[in-house]
């Protein structure tokens, strides 16, 4: 019989999760906004990857797209007309 969810797939899942929190909380520790920017990537990088455990690839393909590319490319260029380090 052919699974559709493996059991190896949880393990998966609760890596990639506990992943996201990590980044998470990153951007909002972290006081270097560059080093934010590429910590949210990292966020949308592993949620893409989730979506593609998932099953969803067309999903999985727009959130690497938009969310780890674009968004992070806007942010950076944003940060770049700025201060790099956040204010008090």
């Not at 699974?3 to 999760?17: C, Q």
Request: glycine share 4%; proline share 2%.
């Amino acid at each position: 019989m052919i699974e559709l969810f493996p059991s190896y797939y949880a393990v998966l899942h609760i890596l990639f999760l506990a992943a996201m929190i990590l980044c998470a909380v990153a951007v909002f520790i972290l006081k270097d906004l560059i080093a934010a920017a590429i910590a949210f990537a990292a966020f949308s990088f592993l949620l893409a990857l989730e979506f593609f455990i998932l099953q969803a690839p067309d999903v999985a393909i727009a959130e690497a797209a938009i969310g780890a590319g674009i968004s992070t490319a806007i942010l950076i260029i944003a940060i770049r007309g700025t201060t790099r380090e956040e204010g008090e």
